[in-house]
């Protein structure tokens, strides 16, 4: 990109090293016609690949039907869409949200954009943990912020607590905490999360400045054996929590989520002017007119927990029988295998000669991993352990050759 032509800052995003490799993957790799080929089994990104619902699909034809003359204008927030949501955060989180602090956006892209910019001046840090969602980095420096970056533990997948503590500066603004986690599907216990709201509390006493935590949670409905999912926004008052429908709904390109407050942030009341003011000024961050009268109906329809848990039960048990070390996620429809080669990116080739599509775990900033969907149909499931057996034993042989 010519740094003549555009601001340092965009200079700067396209120049992060997840959204390069995202976007050298997506647009330039040939994946987007890879992916079309016949016989190609794709595992890469969390799209649908079962058809989408009846029942979605007229909840959606119905939004679109005019009711009255202002029915595509302007639309800040539609009452009965704020409040099924409000009731569902009430419902799933046992929290006693207020209607009046949840603001719909176009999905958890703004959310989290909006949150970072309502609280964060340009040069401010926010830590986050490796592996992340791959676009963290861009979206926390277009917001002018500082990425600052800390490893899980490897071996429990858990938030390393002693790491995000060191990363912590006077400078330090935000830490984003995303459970149940992509890629990893780990879900934070209540022991983590209390130690990690007593260390923000010391960090913030000792800096005189209060941090913020965003609590990225679009896969808080999907999890699995039963579990209780517990928010972090439970344990530390001074957090956000950014939704997306477009996981449980398996309809990522329809945008819809929300920006919510807990009852239990001081001074709420301060960022709800402020949170409408950075969604107008960035671009109109409010979801279709047409999504918001649809949400109260969308509310309605259930995640399939069962077939994704099976899906994943099948998944786990024929790689771990092939050689791979793979831990079974507790929440999200994703898998995160070590790869058997040190090389993960060449690993993911050897899947691409088998005709499999799979996300190298350098896109999440952590080598030596990589991503399966389980959005991928039960059948390219079944069709592809041999493909992924096959990988295996062919890279083993080479490393024996």
């Given at each position: 990109?010519?740094?003549?032509?555009?601001?340092?800052?965009?200079?700067?995003?396209?120049?992060?090293?997840?959204?390069?490799?995202?976007?050298?993957?997506?647009?330039?790799?040939?994946?987007?016609?890879?992916?079309?080929?016949?016989?190609?089994?794709?595992?890469?990104?969390?799209?649908?690949?079962?058809?989408?619902?009846?029942?979605?699909?007229?909840?959606?034809?119905?939004?679109?039907?005019?009711?009255?003359?202002?029915?595509?204008?302007?639309?800040?927030?539609?009452?009965?869409?704020?409040?099924?949501?409000?009731?569902?955060?009430?419902?799933?989180?046992?929290?006693?949200?207020?209607?009046?602090?949840?603001?719909?956006?176009?999905?958890?892209?703004?959310?989290?954009?909006?949150?970072?910019?309502?609280?964060?001046d340009p040069g401010d840090e926010v830590v986050y943990s490796l592996p992340p969602w791959f676009l963290y980095e861009p979206i926390v420096l277009e917001s002018g912020m500082v990425p600052v970056k800390v490893s899980i533990d490897r071996e429990t997948l858990d938030l390393d607590l002693d790491a995000i503590a060191a990363a912590i500066t006077p400078r330090t603004r935000v830490v984003i905490v995303n459970s149940p986690n992509n890629p990893t599907g780990r879900i934070y216990p209540p022991s983590t999360l209390e130690r990690l709201a007593a260390i923000l509390d010391e960090a913030s006493e000792r800096n005189g400045r209060r941090i913020f935590l965003i609590s990225d949670e679009p896969y808080n409905r999907i999890v699995y054996d039963g579990a209780r999912f517990r928010s972090p926004v439970e344990f530390y008052p001074w957090s956000f929590l950014a939704y997306s429908y477009g996981k449980t709904l398996l309809s990522p390109g329809e945008r819809i989520g929300y920006l919510a407050v807990p009852p239990t942030m001081p001074g709420r009341e301060a960022f709800r002017d402020a949170i409408e003011t950075v969604q107008i000024s960035g671009g109109w961050l409010f979801p279709n007119a047409s999504m918001q009268y649809a949400l109260p109906k969308l509310e309605t329809l259930a995640f399939d927990i069962p077939l994704f848990q099976r899906k994943r039960d099948v998944m786990v048990a024929a790689l771990r029988e092939i050689g791979y070390r793979v831990a079974r996620p507790e929440g999200t429809f994703y898998l995160f295998p070590e790869s058997p080669l040190a090389d993960d990116v060449e690993f993911t080739r050897a899947l691409d000669q088998e005709g499999v599509l799979v996300l190298p775990g350098r896109m999440f900033e952590t080598p030596g991993f990589f991503r399966i969907s389980l959005t991928a149909t039960m059948e390219t499931i079944e069709a592809g352990l041999p493909r992924f057996a096959a990988a295996f034993s062919a890279v083993a042989a080479a490393a024996d050759a």
């Open positions: 990109m010519d740094a003549r032509l555009t601001s340092d800052r965009v200079v700067d995003v396209a120049a992060a090293t997840p959204f390069q490799l995202l976007y050298d993957f997506y647009r330039l790799s040939g994946y987007e016609q890879r992916r079309h080929e016949p016989g190609v089994l794709d595992f890469t990104f969390g799209d649908p690949h079962d058809p989408p619902s009846q029942a979605y699909v007229e909840i959606l034809r119905e939004s679109v039907v005019p009711q009255h003359e202002l029915w595509f204008a302007y639309n800040f927030g539609d009452a009965k869409a704020i409040e099924a949501a409000t009731e569902s955060l009430r419902r799933h989180l046992g929290i006693p949200f207020e209607a009046a602090d949840v603001h719909l956006t176009t999905g958890g892209f703004a959310a989290i954009s909006t949150a970072l910019k309502i609280v964060g």
